[in-house]
């Protein structure tokens, strides 16, 4: 890993002429140290470590740590290397030249260093469903101090952490506290370093979760249509859970189970089914963790009730046909046998009267309108 550098350091002290910049190494990498002359006038450069030490001087090397390389030297620069970085080489280095006045800046050198270890420490190895366990994941021996992040899956998780610094150097843990499920099973859980020294460093432990069987009856004959007096019924039970359920057995809720049912393994099966099965039969399975069932209500139709069911059900669409039909004749009827009525007795009342209107008393009036009629044959005969 290559070092990093920051921006310039241009003018410290009374270094106008020189520039220079700040180096971020990883423990054990290479820093490269860089003084430049922005007008160069041939003055002489010189490198002192952070104890005034003279690394280089020009391109000569007085100290004795073969470490310092040169990588470059010219009138306007004087670069060196630093291989196998440690802590003890943290601190200010200074570019001098030999101007009058001399000028002088410096730079510093920090080391990061990641962490030695991760490791994940679980308070159980194999926890039951419902329960509440604790992990901690431990970054030691880091500089800066680690940030430690939780995964269970995809999914991150907030933990709690402790910071512990010895010397120079800091160790964090990290505390999850993590409720379990059937679910998480088999699940990793993840615990992830971010620090600027390292790139994906993370280590992670796969939940193991005891959970109580989970059980289900399916119906295998028939597969679909009722249950008929006379046909056979089997039914298989189905159950999963951690350990493995061993003892699976069945049974008639609130009844004997009927002596011609046959139980094998987990296979209920009625050759002959009569109306004397009716009720609800009830798989039970269990393990180490707990026991769990599943229910089948049975209730046993006539040979005939689906056909019979069916015929009704057409019969009964015809005559509600029919009868709606001849209902809505029957109105029409009466709707225009009202109108007629209606309109004949107006003129029934119209002709009884009109005798009266002629009339020139009130007795005159009555007869003319009762008998009018019988009148004008009595004035027939009696012309004749």
């Given amino acids: 890993m290559h070092a990093s550098v920051s ?10 002429n020189l520039v220079t910049e ?11 140290i860089s003084c430049r002359v922005k007008n160069s006038d041939d003055s ?42 440690s802590i003890s080489d943290e601190g200010r280095y200074f570019c001098q030249l030999y101007t009058d006045p001399p000028q002088e ?81 088999g699940v990793p859980v993840i615990c992830l370093v971010d620090h600027p020294a390292v790139k994906d460093l993370q280590t992670q432990r796969y939940l193991e979760v005891m959970y109580k069987p989970q059980v289900r009856v399916s119906q295998n004959y028939p597969l679909q ?21 061993t003892d699976m057995r069945w049974l008639r ?26 009720g609800t039969y009830r798989c039970e399975a269990s393990n ?29 669409a015809v005559v509600g046909g029919v009868v709606a039909v001849v209902v809505f004749a029957m109105l029409c009827l009466l709707i225009i046998l009202g109108r007629y009525f209606a309109r004949h007795k107006g003129t029934y009342f119209t002709h009884e009267a009109k005798g009266a209107d002629d009339a020139a008393d009130a007795d005159t009036a009555i007869i003319n309108a009762e008998g009018g009629q019988n009148n004008s044959e009595e004035k027939k005969e009696y012309f004749i």
């Fill in 22 to 32: 700040d180096v971020t190494v990883v423990e054990g990498d290479v820093a490269t």
């Fill in 288 to 316: 180490a963790v707990g026991k769990s069932h599943a229910d089948y209500m049975l209730f046993v139709y006539d040979s005939r009730a689906g056909e019979d069911g069916a015929i009704r059900s057409v019969d009964h």
């Fill in 225 to 245: 249509g009722l249950t008929r007096e006379g046909e056979p019924l089997e039914l298989t039970c189905t159950a999963f859970g951690k350990p493995q359920p």
């Fill in 105 to 185: 800046i410096y730079t510093t050198i920090t080391v990061l260093v990641p962490p030695r270890n991760l490791v994940i420490d679980i308070e159980k190895e194999t926890a039951v469903e419902g329960e509440e366990i604790e992990l901690n994941c431990t970054a030691m021996a880091s500089r800066p101090a680690t940030t430690i992040r939780w995964f269970k899956g995809n999914k991150e998780l907030k933990g709690k952490s402790e910071v512990e610094r010895w010397s120079d150097m800091y160790t964090v843990t990290s505390q999850l506290l993590l409720k379990v499920g059937r679910e998480d099973d």
């Fill in 44 to 85: 002489v450069i010189q490198l002192l470590n952070p104890n005034r030490q003279t690394i280089y001087f020009r391109d000569f090397r007085p100290l004795k740590d073969s470490r310092f390389q040169l990588v470059n030297f010219s009138n306007s620069e004087l670069r060196v290397s630093l291989t196998n970085v």
């Fill in 253 to 278: 809720v609130d009844d004997e189970m009927p002596q011609h049912v046959v139980v094998s393994g987990s296979n209920l099966l009625i050759s002959n089914l009569n109306k004397t099965d009716n």
């Fill in 7 to 16: 921006l310039a350091a241009e003018i410290r002290g009374h270094g106008q």
